[in-house]
C-alpha cells in the first residue's frame, strides 16, 4: 500500500514568515501534485512535478520533487493570510488514482 | 471552459437508504475519479471511469457503485448507508489516463448520514 505522510499537521505562522510542509513517502510516485483546498471546497491543482531533482516555482512558493521520487516539499516565503489553507500532496499510484496525504492545514496570522 | 460540477452541494440520508451523487466533467475530459474525504483527511480513491468503463477501484465496499455515460458525466451510488459513509465526496476529471495523472476536482457534495 503507498501511503505519502505529510508533516506538520498542523501549522499557524505571522504574516511575512517563511514556512516548509513535507511530503514522505517509501514508496516512488511517476509524479506528485501539489493541491490547496478552502473550506466547503474540492482540491486546487498548484503543480505537478514529474522529474527526480525537479524544482518548480509559483510566486511566492517553491515545490521540489526528491531525487528519488519519494518525497516532496512546498515552501512559502514571507507567507500571507491569503496562503490560509490546507495543503495537499498527492502521488500518482499507475494510471488510475493520486494517493493523498493527509494535509497540512496552514494559518497565517495577520 | 467549464470546470467540474457537482450536485446536489449538501445532502441528508438515514442509515440504510441509497444516494446518488453526480457529476460534470470538465469539458475535454473524458476520465472521471471519484473521492471520499473523510473529516481532517486526505481524499480517498473510490474508482475512476474511462470511457464509460471502470477503470481502477480502490479499497470501498461493492455497495458503492458508479457510471460514466456517453457525455463523460459520472454517477456513484451508495447502497445500505452507514453512518461512517459521512463525508465529502469529490469528483475528479482528466484527459486520459495517461501521465502525469493531473485531476481537476468538483466542489463535492457533502453527505451526511443519520
Known amino acids: 500500500t503507498q501511503l505519502l505522510e505529510q508533516s506538520p499537521q498542523f501549522l499557524s505562522i505571522q504574516e511575512g514568515e517563511n514556512l516548509t510542509v513535507y511530503c514522505n513517502s517509501s514508496?516512488?510516485?511517476?509524479?506528485l501534485q501539489w493541491y490547496r483546498q478552502e473550506p466547503g471546497e474540492g482540491p486546487v491543482l498548484l503543480v505537478t512535478v514529474v522529474t527526480g531533482g525537479e524544482v518548480k516555482k509559483l510566486k511566492r512558493l517553491t515545490f521540489q520533487f526528491g531525487d528519488a521520487r519519494k518525497d516532496s516539499s512546498l515552501h512559502i516565503t514571507a507567507a500571507q493570510p491569503g496562503d490560509t489553507g490546507l495543503y495537499l500532496c498527492a502521488g500518482a499510484a499507475g494510471a488510475q488514482k493520486l494517493v493523498f496525504g493527509q494535509g497540512t492545514r496552514l494559518t497565517i496570522n495577520p | 471552459e467549464t470546470g467540474v460540477t457537482q450536485s446536489p452541494t449538501h445532502l441528508i440520508k438515514t442509515r440504510g437508504q441509497q444516494v446518488t451523487l453526480r457529476c460534470s466533467s470538465q469539458?475535454?475530459?473524458?476520465?472521471v475519479s471519484w473521492y471520499q474525504q473523510a473529516l481532517g483527511q486526505g481524499p480517498q480513491f473510490i474508482f475512476q471511469y474511462y470511457r464509460e468503463e471502470e477503470n481502477g477501484r480502490g479499497n470501498f465496499p461493492p455497495r458503492f457503485s458508479g457510471l460514466q455515460f456517453p457525455n463523460y458525466s459520472s454517477e456513484l451510488n451508495v447502497n445500505a448507508l452507514e453512518l461512517d459513509d459521512s463525508a465529502l465526496y469529490l469528483c475528479?476529471?482528466?484527459?486520459?489516463?495517461?501521465?502525469?495523472?493531473?485531476?481537476?476536482f468538483g466542489p463535492g457534495t457533502r453527505l451526511t448520514v443519520t
Open positions: 514508496s516512488v510516485f511517476s509524479s
Open positions: 475528479a476529471s482528466s484527459l486520459d489516463v495517461g501521465g502525469p495523472y493531473e485531476q481537476y
Open positions: 469539458s475535454g475530459h473524458n476520465t
